[in-house]
Structure formats: structure tokens, C-alpha cells
């Protein structure tokens, strides 16, 4: 009796152990379903930094007057917007970013309401590091309401020179649907991008 006594609970500890071994793939099967699902747009609460440059990367100069322009398109954020052609994308859906060295543009999508001068300084004031220079300034982009607000920010120092870069950045506020683009176009002061940034801001369209 006790024999069989010994042979039942084994049996029952090796049913356990297998039981156990089954549902752990179930489990792990679960959380790698969730985390490929897309992410959430986020609110409001969540606008992006300031823009930064990089104290080892010299700026390129002005963008010529013969600048190329293309047009990029994202389908799942419904927005396209014109940048110089051959500035390195990073990123991609609701937030992309353009960069030829320190000159710098992000648009960053989020779910929000339209924006207002009070909502854009509740953005401004959460903007560590970045110098407000203007009020938030309201304007039209392609017939729509919007807002821009100017800033600086200064990156951090040259490890050999101790120097650091300024960027100067035009912010801008659009929204359409439901859906708010903001849109940061950076450049090293002392740089003239000028019509080549208000040539990209305006080609800005909601589709």
C-alpha cells in the first residue's frame, strides 16, 4: 500500500509539473500579442520635447535656393508635408523626424482637440530646457487655424571645445479631425532657413 501510495503521488507531481510547463507559453503567447498590437495616439499631455542639437554635428548652412524638394507621405497618421530631399529620416507613423546635421524638423502627431493659446502654453511651460521666445501666435496654414510659437534651446557642450549650439525652432500647432500635428522646424542661429521652412510648413496638408 504504501508503494502505491508513492507511485499515485508521483504520478500527480509529474502532472503538476507539465501542467504548469503548458501554461507558461499561453501566458508569454498573450503579452507578445498585446505588445505588437499598435500603440494608442497619445493625448495632449504627452506633446513632444524641445528640439535638440548635437554640439559635435556642424550645421550645413543655409538650404540653397535650389533646394529639391519631395513630398512624404504617411497614410496611417493622414498627413503629408514636402522636406528637402536628401535630409536623413528617422522614425516613421506619428512622430518622423528630417535632419541634415543641425538643421532639424519633427512632426509629431497626437489625438487632441484643436488647439488654443491656453493649451499651447500648458505645452510651452512643460517644455524643459527650452527658451520661450513668443507668445503663442495665431495663424492659418492652408486656410485651417493654427498656432506658432518660437523657441531656443541650447545643446550640450563640445566635449573638446566646450562650445555649445543654439538651435533656434519654429513650433507650430495644426489639427484637423480630431488629430493634432505638431510641427518643430530647428536651425542653428546664424542659419537662414527661412523660405526653405515656411515653403515646408506650408505644403503641410491633412488627408
Known sequence: MPARVAVLVAALLVAGCGSSKSSAPRAGGHTTTASATAPARTTRGSAPSALQAEATSAATGDIPDNQVFIRFHDAASAYSMKY??????QGTGARV????????????????????????????GRLAGAHVRSRP??????????????????????????????????RYYLSHAGEEAIVDLGTPIGVDNVDAYRLMIE???WR
Open 137 to 170: 501666435r495665431p495663424l492659418t496654414v492652408n486656410g485651417a487655424r493654427a498656432f506658432k510659437v518660437v523657441y531656443t534651446t541650447a545643446s550640450a557642450p563640445n566635449a573638446v571645445t566646450g562650445k555649445r549650439v543654439t538651435l533656434m525652432v519654429d
Open 203 to 205: 505644403s503641410f496638408r
Open 84 to 89: 528637402p530631399e536628401g535630409w536623413a529620416q
Open 97 to 124: 523626424t528630417f535632419r541634415d546635421k543641425n538643421n532639424i524638423v519633427r512632426v509629431v502627431v497626437t489625438a487632441g482637440a484643436q488647439p488654443t493659446a491656453a493649451s499651447v502654453r500648458a505645452d510651452l
